[in-house]
């Protein structure tokens, strides 16, 4: 009896160990395992590093074939000089007109004053009846900067074609000659260059031979039917009255029509034979003159658009 006690003490005790079991021992951590997380985050860094590298590579390109061209910079306006080349121009052809036509010492003196700085009119004498000017006319300006200027005034000297260049100063409203003129020669007679040869349009020539006459005949004799030749919507002045009769034509020039835009516009070099009337009512002579007049044919029928005056009409 005295083993009793201790039997079912250790019955208690497998039993209190059954309920009570100890946990079971930790599983040491494998080297390295601490540290995946990073693997994970340096992986998806690396991802985005190639994205980004992909699509910058795919991008740039692209842009640069979208992007509009940077415009071009406006150039810079250059200003004109404010010389007041108008003002110029008349006073310059009055200085003139005194220093090549006036032949008394005393009374050229005192024209020149006007024009020149005080006391510098004796300086432009000269021997009486040595220089004499007809037909005087300002050809060119040549402008320096706003206040200086070499006016150019055509005369003939003393029965030759020269230049005289007069320097003028502008000070607002103010002008003088500020210096002497000087005689050059005139601008040399130019030649004429060969003109190119073009196809020509004989049948429009033959069409044009009865507009043009009846054309130049209402205009310089009966401006009432002018507006019969003339394109609707498009005034053309009449000659005043009794200035020129109409006599002929000749010489028609019509180019081969232009294959460029819709409308059949032609420029005619044509010659007209004016008679000149006398107050008198009596005829004066011929007189032939040549005119640029540029027409359209609309709807089968030719009107006149334009005139005037036919350049290189030497040598037609």
Do not use: C
């Amino acid at each position: 009896m005295a083993n009793a006690p201790r039997r079912g003490a250790a019955v208690r005790e497998r039993h209190d160990d059954a309920e009570y079991e100890a946990p079971p021992p930790r599983r040491r951590p494998r080297p390295g395992a601490g540290g995946r997380w990073w693997v994970g985050v340096g992986r998806a860094v690396l991802w985005a590093f190639l994205i980004v590298v992909i699509f910058n590579g795919i991008w740039f390109p692209l842009r640069g074939g979208f992007a509009l061209p940077a415009p071009d910079p406006e150039p810079e306006q250059t200003r004109a000089p404010a010389f007041p080349e108008t003002s110029a121009a008349g006073f310059a052809l009055r200085f003139a007109d005194a220093y090549l036509t006036t032949d008394d010492t005393e009374v050229r003196r005192t024209a020149l004053a006007a024009f020149v700085p005080e006391g510098e009119a004796e300086g432009l004498d000269v021997p009486a009846g040595s220089l004499t000017g007809e037909n005087l006319a300002v050809t060119a300006i040549d402008v320096k900067d706003d206040n200086n200027a070499l006016v150019v005034v055509r005369a003939d000297v003393n029965g030759e074609p020269m230049s005289l260049e007069v320097p003028v100063y502008s000070a607002g409203d103010s002008l003088v000659v500020s210096g002497r003129p000087a005689l050059l020669a005139a601008p040399a007679r130019a030649s004429l260059p060969e003109q190119a040869a073009f196809d020509t349009d004989p049948a429009a020539a033959e069409q044009l031979e009865e507009v043009l006459t009846g054309f130049f005949g209402a205009y310089a004799q009966e401006p009432g039917h002018l507006e019969r030749y003339v394109e609707p919507g498009v005034t053309i002045a009449p000659l005043p009255a009794n200035t020129l009769e109409f006599s002929e034509l000749s010489d028609i020039t019509v180019p081969s029509q232009s294959q460029s835009g819709d409308d059949d516009v032609r420029e005619v070099a044509v010659t007209v034979h004016w008679t000149v009337p006398a107050p008198d009512g009596e005829e004066t002579g011929t007189l032939r003159q040549s005119y640029l007049v540029t027409v359209v044919d609309s709807g089968g029928e030719w009107y006149v658009r334009d005139i005037q005056g036919a350049p290189h009409s030497f040598g037609e």
